[in-house]
T-cell receptor
Framework: DAGVIQSPRHEVTEMGQEVTLRCKPI?????LFWYRQTMMRGLELLIY????????DSGMPEDRFSAKMPNASFSTLKIQPSEPRDSAVYFC?????????FGSGTRLTVV | AQSVAQPEDQVNVAEGNPLTVKCTYS??????LFWYVQYPNRGLQFLLK????DNLVKGSYGFEAEFNKSQTSFHLKKPSALVSDSALYFC???????????WGAGTKLIIKP
């Protein structure tokens, strides 16, 4: 099992540009979570999918953020337009029962 | 409301000594409790969990944790610390009726040679 796969590992972009982060969950896991981690705020849950359906997106900071899960093996988190305050590490995690398995994260820097 | 507290921002231990990283929680129902570890520039890795059964749970890398219902605690322990245990440790909880894990703020563990 390759685990949760995220891409890219690092992304540097200019303010105002669109950024798309990708996640492939573990096969058979029916829950998917997007998190953001910063020094100031720690781990923040952005959105939760269950069986490909968004269940809770109350953590999405604002309309600039959107997430999709078109099928059980792929999800995207898009920021448009990006701002410097979006700089953080974004994690995807998937789950089948109790605990989560995390990807290695995408370190986003918006300059 | 569910919550998790990790009262220590940082714990310093000499190599070979026992270590404890503290966690207390609050949930409305029966808790599911977890410990994760994060090494620099890496994602969070699962260490161990308590769902039901024996209060002493053993996990990866020689770590263990004890579920104490009366004290609502789930402290992480290891009998003999290694320098390679230096990392950021997160405690998390959810109750049976909730999908969402509630995370502690994390404790930085530093093991000195």
């Amino acid at each position: 099992d390759a685990g949760v796969i995220q891409s890219p590992r690092h992304e540097v972009t200019e303010m105002g540009q669109e950024v798309t982060l990708r996640c492939k969950p573990i096969s058979g896991h029916n829950s998917l979570f997007w998190y953001r981690q910063t020094m100031m705020r720690g781990l923040e849950l952005l959105i939760y999918f269950n069986n490909n359906v968004p269940i809770d997106d109350s953590g999405m900071p604002e309309d600039r953020f959107s997430a999709k899960m078109p099928n059980a093996s792929f999800s995207t988190l898009k920021i448009q337009p990006s701002e410097p305050r979006d700089s953080a590490v974004y994690f995807c995690a998937s789950s089948r029962d109790y605990g989560y398995t995390f990807g290695s994260g995408t370190r986003l820097t918006v300059v | 409301a569910q919550s998790v507290a990790q009262p220590e921002d940082q714990v310093n231990v000499a190599e070979g000594n026992p270590l404890t990283v503290k966690c207390t929680y609050s949930v409305s129902g029966n808790p599911y409790l977890f410990w994760y570890v994060q090494y620099p520039n890496r994602g969070l890795q699962f260490l161990l969990k308590y769902i039901t059964g024996d209060n002493l749970v053993k996990g990866s890398y020689g770590f263990e944790a004890e579920f104490n219902k009366s004290q609502t605690s789930f402290h992480l322990k290891k009998p003999s610390a290694l320098v390679s245990d230096s990392a950021l440790y997160f405690c998390a909880v959810r109750d049976q009726g909730n999908y969402q894990l509630i995370w502690g703020a994390g404790t930085k563990l530093i093991i000195k040679p």
